[in-house]
């Protein structure tokens, strides 16, 4: 080849290589650079959501973060621009979510006591109800949430999971449709309970259930529902309710009848969508979100209801979930985290995320997107859902009426009975056993009362019944005590302390017996039948004594507690010395 | 002569490559990045704009330019909430009122106008039906101001109104004044309808007679502290049905926007109030005398020459906006299915309102906060 034809080739190829190296966008080549993975200069954003969100939230993350790993802007879907910083969602909560109270009370916690245990720092703190956006701002006495604009991203009214017939009867002895609270009072107060609304196999005890309204959304919106409704009956008229009413004694005796009705509460809805839908005999009523109730119609409990559960929307007003996105108003947030915040809210508004949403039982705050299944009447919902909504009080207000939760909540008789049987010693479970009983009584509250019993060949009562403010110390040393020996008088221990219980018939507490036992009764002079007899003698009171037995290791008499369990319309509780502290504490939750 | 011919080749091609070379490594450089705020009312059609607009490659001094979008609230930007500094600041503002911008030149920010308008809505009335048909005795009434506030004043409770006992309260929606353009013009289009005179230059609504006439109204609003809907109260009512918001005087555009939702609920009725308030969106400069003024100046100049162009501004019906200079036509899907609960393509409008001072609104919007 000459000279000059090698020149002209080598130039050829230079400026060729020239030009395919360096494209418009100053990448090295036209490969795409697409991975699953965080790109190095994203944005983070952190976000905590409430625990019913986990149904769809981990997908919206997945998709919003693969659109960023693959340089398109998630809301636009197209490539990003020059210059435009990728966003990365990233969640605090491993797919599970956390209860709006705590995660509140954590973000305070963060600005006001940073050494405490429980310190939250998201970007985007996605409650259920906007109640504790307000209630941050009041507690932390700076605007921690810009309430105007925490865009609701997915809606759920508060509703009354009733059985079918429960509320048909209702309906056919009042002779009207629109129900509410104070239809739910007349059977409270109707002397004979169901007995008076033709409820075959009627009782006359009314079961009622809500969660925890210091940390529960659900239980916060249900215990504002209640002061509205006492205050109704009171004579208050006025549209929103006030401190007055909340503080007002007449008042406080009506949510306390209401409470009344308590069978036992719960920190988390995950145990009442389960307790319920086992069926009238376990729960009457139960205050959920609309899309709980959904979940559970949908056969998608462990437990399949035997009949229809359906959403009672309050004539008197509800309160819409509107799962809004607050963005932390704070100094680990920066602007720019702000600003990625709001794609990330953009992005969960557009509409095939609205339809995962929607899928999940939750009505779509993006009007573009139709209701449709599973808002169908099967599944017990209406299509127009609630008629009115109550206003929500100013945050003051709802402060006041958390703060007094321990003036009008059900307090509790429990009685602790504990198997110090010789199988006890075995991977140490009495070690873990009396651990988990100490923290069992650190999470009660202290209008409770308590006592303790242990059983092994012999029932040994160790601390009498009594105001757990007064016996806590004499709990403490007796759980330390304990020493396991001896075999199981199980049925004799249930049946000597629930008749404990039933002596004191006047009760309006909670009564309740939670047994932990790790082997089959090998030292009663009874029998069990003697312990179901006992425990539905007692089911036809107004205020049942109720069993919660803990099945504890892998000995456990399984079948012998869940008859209990059965009797008493409870449920078994199944722990082992790895997790037997967690059951405990979701046990003390129930009072 | 071969030579010459293989000379001539070699030139030919380094020169070409020169070309392209020096126009990969241009447009290979960085941006230069500005950013023009918007009130969220317009921000939709303004992204969807300036996306178009940074696609065309436009250059200012050899360099290529882009605009990055950033949503605020008018009221947020003149009441300080969000203070803007010379260290700190949008290089354009797409307002959704003048007023916003003359109270902010008044606050002593640093923006200057570039034009007076790039899109309208006019206020709306509006309802589901079967609450509107009780307020207005089956349009024997207009829904405004003058039926609506002595009726509240009187009565908020549905059954004592001739309405349904579980409708409960009246629930009135409109945006919170202190944050929200739509909602502060709500407050504005009251303000004249009690005065009978769209000329609130003079007003003083600190009176205590039009505060007594006003209160019902604000308290039959959902709370604009604690609750979450007043974001986007349109989108609230479209989400939540009557349930959450009956009767409201929304920016036609959100009513536009949120109309299907709305009626897959319950059919709305519309009607434009006699004291009207028209959001005009006028696009702002920030000025200064930085070294990037210039650049600034003609970056800005070449977006605002954009949005005014014809295929920008056809394109503000499908946001529900009305174009600066014309009226939407029966085509557009949002004004066409407007048209049977109200929407009027050329309404007449009320008497436009004159705003009164900053000071006289600003107090008035704490106390409206203070009271609701």
């Known amino acids: 080849m000459p000279v000059s034809k090698r020149i002209l080739a080598l130039i050829v190829m230079l400026v060729a290589g020239l030009l395919a190296a360096c494209d418009g966008n100053g990448n090295n080549n036209g490969v795409s650079q697409q991975t699953s993975n965080k790109p190095a200069d994203a944005v983070e954003v952190t976000i905590i959501y409430a625990p019913e969100s986990a149904l769809y939230m981990p997908r919206v993350i997945q998709s919003f973060n693969q659109l960023t790993s693959e340089g398109k802007n998630p809301v636009t879907g197209q490539p990003r621009a020059s210059g435009e910083k990728p966003v990365w969602v990233t969640d605090l909560t491993d797919g599970k979510g956390g209860s709006s109270g705590t995660v509140m009370q954590g973000i305070i916690n963060a600005i006001i006591a940073p050494n405490n245990s429980n310190v939250a720092k998201p970007v985007i703190f996605e409650p259920s109800v906007s109640h504790w956006l307000a209630l941050a701002n009041e507690r932390s006495g700076r605007q921690l949430f810009d309430l105007a604009n925490s865009q609701p991203t997915a809606n759920a009214p508060v509703v009354m999971s009733i059985w079918e017939s429960r509320l048909q009867a209702i309906r056919n002895k009042v002779g009207y449709e629109d129900i509410g609270w104070e239809e739910l009072l007349q059977v409270l107060n109707s002397p004979n309970g169901w007995c008076d609304y033709d409820i075959p196999g009627c009782r006359p005890a009314v079961y009622y259930g809500h969660t925890d309204p210091r940390i529960s959304s659900t239980g916060l919106s249900t215990l504002i529902s209640e002061f509205y409704a006492a205050a109704r009956i009171n004579g208050f008229t006025g549209r929103e309710l006030t401190i007055d009413q909340v503080r007002d004694t007449a008042v406080q005796e009506g949510v306390r009848n209401i409470e009344a009705l308590i069978r036992h509460y719960s920190s988390r809805t995950t145990e009442f969508k389960e307790y319920i839908a086992q069926g009238p005999n376990y729960l009457d009523f139960v205050a959920l ?253 107004l205020n049942p004594v109720i069993v919660i037995p803990v099945a504890y290791g892998s000995n456990a008499d399984i079948d012998a507690l869940s008859s209990i369990a059965r009797a008493s319309a409870t449920t078994v509780q199944s722990g082992d010395p790895n997790n037997i502290t967690r059951v405990l504490e979701i046990i003390s939750s129930y009072f | 002569m071969r030579r010459r011919g293989t000379i001539f080749i070699v030139l030919f091609i380094l020169i070409a490559a020169a070309i392209v070379g020096a126009s990969r490594f241009l447009s290979s450089q960085p941006p230069l990045e500005f950013t023009v705020a918007v009130d969220p009312l317009a921000q939709n059609w303004l992204q969807e704009a300036v996306n178009s607009f940074n696609n065309s490659q436009p250059v200012v001094n050899t360099r290529r330019i882009i605009f990055n979008v950033t949503p605020i609230d008018d009221p947020v930007v003149w009441q300080g909430q969000h203070r803007w500094t010379p260290a700190s600041h949008p290089d354009a503002w797409l307002a959704a009122s003048s007023l916003s911008l003359r109270y902010a030149l008044s606050s002593g920010l640093s923006v200057s106008n570039v034009t007076d308008s790039l899109a309208r809505t006019p206020l709306v009335w509006g309802g589901y039906v079967s609450r509107v048909d009780v307020l207005t005795t089956n349009g024997a009434r207009k829904l405004d101001w003058d039926l609506l506030a002595p009726t509240l004043a009187n009565n908020d409770n549905w059954e004592l109104l001739g309405g349904q006992k579980d409708w409960q309260f009246v629930k009135l929606g409109f945006g919170q004044p202190g944050n929200k353009i739509g909602g502060l013009a709500a407050l504005l289009s009251g303000a004249a309808s009690y005065l009978k005179n769209a000329d609130l230059s003079s007003a003083v609504l600190s009176q205590k007679a039009f505060r007594d006439w006003l209160l019902p109204v604000v308290k039959a609003k959902p709370s604009f502290s604690n609750s979450g809907i007043t974001g986007d109260p349109a989108l609230a009512m479209a989400s939540g049905g009557p349930s959450r918001i009956e009767i409201a005087l929304f920016p036609e555009a959100q009513w536009l926007l949120n109309l299907q939702g709305m009626n897959n609920q319950e059919e709305v009725r519309l009607s434009y109030p006699a004291y009207q308030f028209v959001l005009d969106f006028p696009l702002a400069i920030w000025s200064d005398t930085t070294p990037q003024a210039s650049d600034r100046q003609t970056a800005v100049g070449l977006l605002n020459d954009w949005l005014n162009a014809e295929a920008q501004q056809a394109t503000l019906p499908n946001y529900g906006l009305r174009p600066a200079s014309s009226e939407p036509t029966a085509d557009n899907p949002l004004f066409k299915f407007g048209i049977p609960s109200g929407i009027e393509l050329n309404p007449t409008l009320g008497q436009s309102i004159t705003p009164p001072s900053a000071n006289e609104l600003s107090g008035l919007i704490q106390w409206v906060d203070a009271n609701r």
């Not at chain 1, 070690?431 to 509250?445: I, V």
């Not at chain 1, 110390?473 to 020996?485: M, P, V």
């Not at chain 1, 002079?525 to 425990?535: A, F, K, W, Y």
Request: without cysteine; aromatic residues 6%; hydrophobic residues 40%.
């Open chain 1, 289 to 541: 979100e609309e899309n709980d109730l959904i979940f559970i119609n949908e056969g998608k409990t462990q437990y399949k209801p035997p009949e229809k559960l359906v959403a009672l929307y309050p004539k008197e007003g509800t309160f819409w979930h509107e799962h809004p996105f607050g963005i932390v108003n704070a100094d680990w947030v920066t602007q720019e985290q702000k600003d990625a915040a709001q794609v990330f809210t953009q992005y969960i508004l557009l509409e095939p995320q609205q339809e995962i949403i929607m899928a999940e039982g939750f009505r779509p705050v993006n009007p573009n997107v139709k209701l449709a299944f599973p808002f169908v009447p099967e599944n017990g919902v209406t299509l127009e859902g609630p008629k009115t909504v109550l206003d929500v009080p100013a945050a003051n207000v709802i402060s006041g009426i958390q703060e007094s939760w321990s003036l009008v909540k059900k307090q509790a008789d429990i009685l602790l009975l504990i198997d110090t049987s010789g199988s006890m010693q075995d991977e140490d479970k009495i070690g873990q056993a009396k651990a988990a009983a100490l923290k069992f009584l650190d999470e009660l509250s202290p209008g409770n009362r308590v006592g303790l019993v242990s059983f092994s060949d012999s029932i040994v009562p160790r601390v009498k019944l009594a105001s757990f403010e007064t016996v806590r110390q004499d709990l403490d040393a007796n759980i330390n005590g304990l020493r396991a020996d001896g075999g199981t008088a199980l049925f004799d221990a249930l049946a000597s302390t629930i008749n404990d219980l039933n002596q004191d018939t006047a009760s309006e507490r909670i009564r309740a017996v939670v047994v932990l036992s790790d082997g089959e009764d090998t030292a009663s002079s009874g029998v069990l039948n003697d312990v179901l007899r006992t425990i539905e003698a007692s089911r036809t009171d």
